[in-house]
């Protein structure tokens, strides 16, 4: 059962313009959110993340959006970057008497076009 | 530099013998834990470790065994090792915070070992 769902495997987005990633999750109790970026032949590093109490948290040209009704969180690259291509997963966490457990989406890979 | 190195990064290996697979941090941080990535499947988390001598299985901790005798370092353990055990393997680790819980939300990635089980 995946309870974080990444169902782009793949985009492709022009330099400049808005790269939009997205991730629905089906757990009511993850209560963080997080975005890693994946480089080949690298480990994933973390991108941005948002509480599950609010809606946006903005870092630079990176933006997370939480619609919790919806069970819906994105990714909001603006503008891209050649830089910016990479693998993208999405995270969320649980947290049960002080154990944290975090699952991971499938990933998007990113690519963008010069 | 902080990071967290793994060591081999890439490993051929014949089913049922034994293998282990290090990693280890600099970073003084508490909580470690072992994932394998799969095609279409994404990251899964096979062990996790929230201190010396605390350790706990993750979603698909079957066919592994971990240790955390100090601190620094957190070993992956393929008693006998079956080819449905080839995957590319991160280890990872974060701070805990002053509330006790640690912060999962930053962990540190090292950069793989890629294993194929023949």
């Known amino acids: 059962d995946q309870q974080v769902k990444q169902n782009s495997p793949s985009l492709s987005v022009q330099e400049g313009r808005i790269s939009i990633l997205n991730c629905d999750y089906t757990?009511?109790?993850?209560?963080?959110f997080l975005w890693y970026k994946k480089y080949p032949a690298e480990g994933p590093t973390f991108l941005i993340s948002?509480?599950?109490?609010?809606d946006k948290n903005e870092d630079g040209r990176f933006t997370v959006f939480l619609n919790k009704s919806a069970k819906h969180l994105s990714l909001h690259i603006v503008p891209s970057q050649p830089g910016d291509s990479a693998v993208y997963f999405c995270?969320?966490?649980?947290?049960?008497?002080?154990?944290?457990?975090?699952?991971f989406g499938t990933g998007t890979r990113l690519t963008i076009i010069p | 530099e902080a990071q967290v190195t793994q060591n081999p990064r890439y490993l051929i290996t014949v089913t049922g013998k034994k293998l282990t697979v290090t990693c280890s941090q600099n970073?003084?941080?508490?909580?470690m834990s072992w994932y394998r990535q799969d095609p279409g499947l994404g990251l899964r988390q096979i062990y996790y470790?929230?201190?010396?001598?605390?350790?706990d299985k993750g979603d698909v901790p079957e066919g592994y065994k971990v240790s955390r005798k100090e601190k620094r370092n957190f070993p992956l353990i393929l008693e006998s090792p079956s080819p449905n055990q080839t995957s590319l393997y991160f280890c990872?680790?974060?701070?805990?915070?002053?509330?006790?819980?640690?912060?999962?939300?930053?962990?540190?990635f090292g950069p793989g070992t890629r294993l194929t089980v023949t």
């Open positions: 948002i509480s599950s109490i609010k």
């Open positions: 757990n009511s109790m993850f209560d963080y």
């Open positions: 470790s929230m201190n010396v001598e605390v350790t």
């Open positions: 990872a680790s974060s701070l805990k915070g002053t509330s006790g819980r640690a912060f999962t939300y930053e962990q540190y």
């Open positions: 970073m003084n941080h508490e909580y």
């Open positions: 995270a969320a966490r649980t947290s049960n008497f002080g154990n944290e457990k975090l699952t």
